[in-house]
């Protein structure tokens, strides 16, 4: 077969483009690596505005919360009707696994599910002057608190004061990020 400058000519410039193809670029810069995607954090959550004033009357709460900030957890106090403490906080670095470690703390510690999300049922040690319970909610990498504080002389017992707990978390909830 013979072959012909055109024909040399084009298959030496599609050796050209292949080779360019498969070359380096001078630029050894490597490419931007994509950032890694961040789950939902907690900065934006507000507990002083985490329910709505309806869902506040419904527990029993009529004054608005003030804020208040406790061994590195933003909450907000509210004061109810029956003379309880509603503390709703946030701890956005404390997921499930950290509250696992703190266990020793409470007199009762179980496991539970809080509308879609894992949580935890708690009730603090040596409290016996108040019937006292926290809900705790996982909530990106981080936890949100729903704690029920009554003097225990006039208020219901634990189990009571968990389960109003739950009530609350669970209205709380969908709205976490």
């Not at 009707?81 to 701890?91: H, Q, T, V, W």
Request: proline letters at 7%; a negative charge; aromatic letters at 6%.
């Amino acid at each position: 077969m013979r072959t012909t400058p055109v024909t040399a000519a084009a298959a030496l410039a599609l050796t050209g483009l292949l080779l360019t193809g498969c070359s380096t670029s001078d630029d050894d810069t490597p490419a931007p690596e994509e950032e890694a995607l961040v789950g939902p954090t907690l900065a934006g959550f507000d507990p002083c505005s985490a329910l709505s004033q309806s869902d506040l009357q419904h527990v029993g709460v009529t004054e608005p919360g003030e804020q208040a900030d406790e061994d590195g957890e933003v909450g907000c106090n509210f004061r109810g009707d029956d003379e309880f403490l509603l503390r709703i906080s946030k701890a956005e670095t404390t997921g499930l696994d950290a509250w696992q470690r703190q266990r020793g703390g409470f007199s009762s510690f179980e496991p539970n599910t809080v509308g879609s999300r894992p949580g935890i049922s708690a009730v603090p040690s040596g409290s016996s002057e108040f019937s006292w319970c926290r809900q705790i909610v996982a909530s990106g990498e981080g936890s949100v608190s729903v704690e029920l504080k009554y003097n225990a002389d006039t208020g219901p017992a634990d189990p009571e004061t968990c389960a109003k707990a739950l009530e609350i978390a669970q209205v709380l909830e969908p709205g976490l990020p």
